[in-house]
């Protein structure tokens, strides 16, 4: 059975960190381009983060404008697994993050990553004092 589990979310003050994990049971992560992505209370849900596959073009990695220096996306290989670095957290970061699968090669188009076609279900971040 394919599946993703998001952790690491909890509530943390501005400025701090925090590292989310996205395991992969099922099938081998490393094949394909794993994406981060969140939606806040009332907002659409938007991309922050996407990896493509070592296979494809070397694990190459994009951003979100607004996390840029801020986030790393990165793999573990032995442990089947994607991590997301936050630090220095904001307030505008709290949203529920999932982890999501599709495809080799990480496409961004207006803010979301096309194709991804295997969901977690989220785990939640909130930044306040």
């Known amino acids: 059975q394919l599946q993703l589990v998001e952790s690491g979310g909890g509530l943390v003050q501005p400025g701090g960190s925090l590292r989310l994990s996205c395991a992969a049971s099922g099938f081998t992560l490393d094949y394909y381009a794993v994406a981060w992505f969140r939606q806040a209370p009332g907002k659409e849900r938007e991309g922050v983060s996407c990896?493509?596959?070592?296979?494809?073009?070397?694990?190459?990695?994009h951003y979100k404008d607004s996390v840029k220096g801020r986030f790393t996306i990165s793999r573990d290989v032995t442990k089947n697994t994607v991590y997301l670095q936050m630090h220095s957290l904001k307030p505008e970061d709290t949203a529920v993050y999932y982890c999501?699968?599709?495809?080799?090669?990480?496409?961004?188009?207006?803010?979301?990553?096309?194709?991804?076609?295997?969901w977690g279900k989220g785990t939640l971040v909130t930044v306040s004092s």
């Open positions: 990896i493509s596959s070592d296979s494809s073009s070397d694990g190459s990695t």
């Open positions: 999501a699968v599709g495809g080799i090669v990480c496409v961004e188009r207006g803010g979301h990553y096309n194709g991804m076609e295997y």
